[in-house]
Every structure is written in C-alpha cells, then in structure tokens.
C-alpha cells in the first residue's frame, strides 16, 4: 500500500522558512516523479513544484521559483520541500503526490493528508 | 501557461442525475488531463487520467472524454458519496495546471 506522510507545516513569520518532508513506503520511490501541490483556505488545487523521477530534474511555479527548493533521499524514501523568504500568500496545505506510473508521467494516484503552513505575524 | 477553465463552478443535483463537468484549455493539452475528486478535509483522488482512462478502483460510473482543448467527466448516476468538488488538470507542458474547480452538491 502506498503512504505518503507529510510533516514540517506550521506557524511562521513573513520571511521566515520552513522545511517540509514527505515520507513515502510502498512504493520503489527512486523511480516515480513526486510533486508538491498546496491549497490555500477555502480555495482550489495549485501546483508548486515537482521533482522528475527519470532526469532528477526540477520545476517549480513562478509563485515559488527563487524561494522554494525542492530534493529528495532516495536512501530515506522523503521528499522535502524547503521554503524561504514565506510570504502570507504561502498559507495553505501542502501535498505531496506521486506519479501515477513510474518514469514522469505528472499526474498524481496517491496523495498524503497535507501540512498545513501559515505564515503570519 | 496553460489556463483550464471549468464549468459550470457549482452544479446542484439529486441522487441518480446524470453529471458532465466540462474543463476547457487556453491551448492544446493533447489528450494528457486528469480528473480529480476532493470531499471536505480530504486530500484529492485521482479518477481519470489522460482524458478517458479511469484510474485504479474508480467505479464505472465515471467516465472522462476529449482532447486538445475541450474535455469532459461524466458521473452516469450520481451517489450520495459523489457530491464532492471535482479538478481538471493537465499535464501536458510546464507549469502543471489546475482547473478551478466544479462543486457538485446536492439539491
């Protein structure tokens, strides 16, 4: 059965960081893309950024590009996702999502529960 | 980037109605959109991919169509658990899009 369990969410002041992790089993994790999507209060889905499962390449929206870093352990089964300079527009749960085949295929069978990340003074 | 537009935003239905949500691209997506379901305080799940196929453990009941730019998911018979918000998404170039979403709630 694929888990994937986020953790790191939490309250922060504007321009402060976070770090974000994604612990996955299941699954043979070295070889699936793994994507971080957020959803702010109240609102719809936003894809954040993406770590490729064939190329190690990475993307990330525009919203985070210069402020959000995304890696992953294989050797450890996480993704993270460390997020700097937060803004208030930065609140929001956060996802972690697998591929649905292995290879990059950048859309998403199997989703974690979310951490929630506030940023506020 | 590639803007999905959904519609209609809010669909007021009964148990048994026939459903078709429509997702409409700035440009072409090929065939390469998924469709997700998100109920309250849950994470979303996939049900279609790739416009027309139906992810593992879906029920036969939803159904997904189109290509290019104009797609649509299909719920023949509506469930009571099938009242949820449903997303388009595609795939098909950087950045990775979300429609903004279709609530299917109960009349």
């Known amino acids: 059965e694929v888990r994937l369990l986020e953790s790191g969410g939490g309250l922060v002041q504007p321009g402060g960081s976070l770090r974000l992790s994604c612990a996955a089993s299941g699954f043979t994790f070295g070889r699936y893309g793994m994507s971080w999507v957020r959803q702010a209060p109240g609102k719809g889905l936003e894809w954040v950024s993406t770590f490729s499962g064939l190329s190690f390449d990475t993307h990330y929206a525009d919203s985070v590009k210069g402020r959000f870093t995304v890696s992953r352990d294989s050797s450890e089964n996480t993704l993270y996702l460390q997020m700097n300079s937060l803004r208030a527009e930065d609140t929001a749960v956060y996802y972690c999502?697998?591929?649905?085949?292995?290879?990059?295929?950048?859309?998403?069978?199997?989703w974690g529960q979310g951490t929630l990340v506030s940023v506020s003074s | 980037e590639i803007v999905l537009t959904q519609s209609p935003a809010t669909l007021s239905l009964s148990p048994g109605e026939r459903v078709t949500l429509s997702c409409r691209a700035s440009?072409?997506?090929?065939?390469?959109l998924a469709w997700y379901q998100q109920k309250p305080g849950q994470a979303p799940r996939l049900l279609i991919y790739?416009?027309?196929n139906r992810a593992t453990g879906i029920p036969a009941r939803f159904s997904g169509s189109g290509s290019g730019t104009d797609f649509t998911l299909t719920i023949s018979s509506l469930e009571p658990e099938d009242f949820a918000v449903y997303y388009c998404?595609?795939?098909?170039?950087?950045?990775?899009?979300f429609g903004g979403g279709t609530k299917v709630e109960i009349k």
């Open positions: 999502a697998k591929d649905f085949v292995s290879g990059d295929s950048h859309s998403f069978d199997s």
């Open positions: 790739d416009a027309s």
């Open positions: 998404q595609q795939r098909e170039k950087w950045p990775l899009t």
């Open positions: 440009q072409s997506v090929s065939s390469y």
